[in-house]
């Protein structure tokens, strides 16, 4: 089986038949999908359903028993799925026709590049930003967020303290999936941990091409500010909810030290520099080793909420 869909859903029956009817139609179909419901309360499980009677693939529909969360119920999608190859799938986006076709040759070129299957690999790819209506509000989610992908030296160095990969594009192989489940209690979110292990252990690889129309409606997971958006700035100024989104990316890198002993030994002394350093509040070397956040404005926020971690 070449490639299964991981699809997440919880109350979302305002746009989920719009998901499934654009995975439907893609050039190249997935050989399965899989769909974890979080105990929807509205009608997304029977849109579910009667999806499933009429795919033109295999659909296994799973309701769990307790609500798991976003990260969890990745966790449990991902760890269901078949395939050599999985893409993340969030509900309320839609899948441009080429979508699946595009990252299946990005991640099989870089199979063929990167020593077969024995790398851990991930693909991911820009978007467009949408409304409700799915009226583009941005060409560019990496250029309105003003992020960018790292090279293979950089990318782990930026992946500690900030994620630039946004899951619902993500293809990852199956040498990825092995290394990151179980996932670790401490990670942020399943995306994020993704390709923080792809940098770590193997290869992230981008495509500035748009697959997917991301849609904004007010109840995202995680959505899509602009980058010198109202929210963006509330947030910089509120102290202890910066400060504490500084300690969870610290607490996720410790998770990482202790996931799976078998990883490369120089991810594991960047990552245990990085650690002792935190520890001992020298935060030159951090700085002097290249940690840093995309962007001027952005890295310097975080190194000012950063240094004063220690006067809590």
């Given at each position: 089986?070449?490639?299964?869909?991981?699809?997440?859903?919880?109350?979302?029956?305002?746009?989920?038949?719009?998901?499934?009817?654009?995975?439907?139609?893609?050039t190249?179909?997935?050989?399965?999908?899989?769909?974890?419901?979080?105990?929807?309360?509205?009608?997304?499980?029977?849109?579910?359903?009667?999806?499933?009677?009429k795919a033109?693939?295999?659909?296994?529909?799973?309701?769990?028993?307790?609500?798991?969360?976003v990260?969890?119920?990745?966790?449990?999608?991902?760890?269901?799925?078949?395939?050599?190859?999985?893409?993340?799938?969030?509900?309320?986006?839609?899948?441009?026709?080429?979508?699946?076709?595009?990252?299946?040759?990005?991640?099989?070129?870089?199979?063929?590049?990167?020593?077969?299957e024995?790398?851990?690999?991930?693909v991911?790819?820009?978007?467009k930003v949408?409304?409700?209506?799915?009226?583009?509000?941005s060409?560019?989610?990496?250029?309105?967020?003003?992020?960018?992908?790292?090279?293979?030296?950089?990318?782990?160095?930026?992946l500690?303290?900030?994620?630039?990969?946004?899951?619902?594009?993500?293809?990852?192989?199956?040498?990825?999936?092995?290394?990151?489940?179980?996932?670790?209690?401490?990670?942020?979110?399943?995306?994020?941990?993704?390709?923080?292990?792809?940098?770590?252990?193997?290869?992230?690889?981008?495509?500035?091409?748009?697959?997917?129309?991301?849609?904004?409606?007010?109840?995202?997971?995680?959505?899509?500010?602009?980058?010198?958006?109202?929210?963006?700035?509330?947030?910089?100024?509120?102290?202890?909810?910066?400060?504490?989104?500084?300690?969870?990316?610290?607490q996720?890198?410790?998770?990482?030290?202790?996931?799976?002993?078998?990883?490369?030994?120089?991810?594991?002394?960047?990552?245990?520099?990085?650690?002792?350093?935190?520890?001992?509040?020298?935060?030159?070397?951090?700085?002097?080793?290249?940690?840093?956040?995309?962007g001027?404005?952005?890295?310097?926020?975080?190194?000012?909420?950063?240094?004063?971690?220690?006067?809590?």
């Amino acid at each position: 089986m070449k490639l299964s869909v991981a699809l997440c859903t919880y109350n979302g029956e305002n746009f989920i038949a719009e998901q499934l009817e654009s995975i439907a139609r893609q050039t190249v179909l997935p050989d399965e999908l899989i769909i974890c419901d979080d105990r929807s309360a509205d009608q997304t499980v029977q849109i579910l359903h009667e999806f499933a009677n009429k795919a033109p693939f295999p659909v296994s529909i799973y309701h769990n028993e307790t609500t798991l969360g976003v990260i969890r119920n990745f966790e449990q999608s991902i760890s269901l799925c078949k395939g050599e190859y999985i893409a993340l799938a969030d509900q309320d986006d839609v899948w441009l026709p080429e979508k699946i076709e595009k990252s299946l040759a990005l991640i099989e070129g870089a199979q063929a590049q990167y020593a077969g299957e024995e790398v851990p690999l991930l693909v991911h790819t820009d978007l467009k930003v949408v409304d409700k209506q799915l009226k583009v509000i941005s060409e560019s989610f990496m250029h309105a967020q003003k992020l960018h992908n790292e090279d293979s030296k950089q990318a782990l160095k930026t992946l500690l303290v900030q994620n630039y990969v946004t899951g619902c594009t993500v293809i990852i192989n199956r040498k990825l999936k092995e290394l990151a489940l179980p996932f670790p209690a401490g990670i942020l979110m399943h995306d994020w941990w993704l390709a923080l292990l792809a940098a770590a252990e193997g290869r992230i690889v981008f495509s500035a091409e748009r697959t997917i129309l991301y849609r904004q409606h007010g109840k995202n997971a995680v959505g899509a500010q602009k980058y010198f958006s109202r929210d963006n700035l509330r947030k910089v100024l509120a102290f202890r909810q910066m400060q504490e989104e500084i300690k969870q990316t610290i607490q996720q890198a410790a998770a990482f030290t202790r996931h799976k002993p078998a990883m490369r030994l120089r991810s594991r002394e960047c990552i245990a520099n990085y650690l002792a350093n935190v520890h001992k509040q020298d935060y030159w070397p951090i700085f002097r080793a290249g940690i840093h956040k995309q962007g001027f404005l952005r890295n310097l926020i975080f190194y000012i909420f950063f240094i004063s971690l220690d006067k809590e």
